[in-house]
């Protein structure tokens, strides 16, 4: 099990940008691929990108693509999540998660997840 910690939402014009942080404890984060999924108000909770355990690769849900990239650094225990051309959609609790096993695109693939951060972009 690891405890994960996430920081850097806020709030943010649309067309902006913020880099969310995910810092795990213990001393296994590179046996994880890590995730990062998002919850909307009176919405599931839906995934937004994942990166292996190596971090040469990666995935992201099709909304994302060309403007979210996640990265990680093994020796920092972090996981980030670089949000660019932030639309008002993009608006939600955004979660970093632990996977075991794979490289999970569901909420049911992960084993450990934070408490989340807010983002906020406003039109």
């Known amino acids: 099990q690891v405890q994960l910690v996430e920081s850097g939402g806020g709030l943010v014009q649309a067309g902006g940008s913020l880099r969310l942080s995910c810092t795990a404890s213990?001393?296994?984060?590179?046996?994880?691929?890590m995730g990062w999924f998002r919850q909307a108000p009176g919405k599931e909770r839906e995934f937004v990108a994942v990166i292996t355990r190596s971090g040469d690769g990666t995935a992201y849900v099709d909304s994302v693509k060309g403007r979210f990239t996640i990265s990680r650094d093994n020796a920092k225990n972090t996981v980030y999540l670089q949000m660019n051309s932030l639309k008002p959609e993009d608006t939600a609790v955004y979660y970093c998660?632990?996977?075991?096993?794979?490289?999970?695109?569901?909420?049911?693939?992960?084993?450990?997840w934070g408490q989340g951060t807010q983002v906020t972009v406003s039109s």
């Open positions: 998660a632990a996977a075991r096993l794979g490289i999970p695109r569901t909420v049911m693939g992960y084993n450990d």
């Open positions: 213990g001393r296994t984060f590179s046996s994880y691929a």
